[in-house]
């Protein structure tokens, strides 16, 4: 089984002076959300967040997004 870590929280990673950089893909709907909960994201992270023309980013396809 692969082993998994929590976003941001670096236990799998080597030590960095520089923020990890994370790009969020969202759509519409879920960004007020998204953004509420990166507030809190581990300082070692730093995110940027995307928000497609869609309502829900569930829906968007590879070709679409591309």
């Known amino acids: 089984m ?3 870590t929590a976003l941001g929280s670096g236990a799998d990673l080597p030590a ?7 790009l969020f893909v969202t759509g519409k709907l879920a960004e007020p959300a998204l953004r509420r ?3 809190d994201i ?6 940027s967040v995307a928000v497609m023309k869609i309502t829900v980013a569930a829906l968007m396809t590879a070709p679409w997004i591309a």
């Open 37 to 39: 909960v990166l507030r």
């Open 42 to 47: 581990d300082p070692s992270v730093e995110p």
């Open 16 to 22: 960095s002076p520089l923020p990890r950089r994370v």
């Open 2 to 4: 692969e082993s998994r």
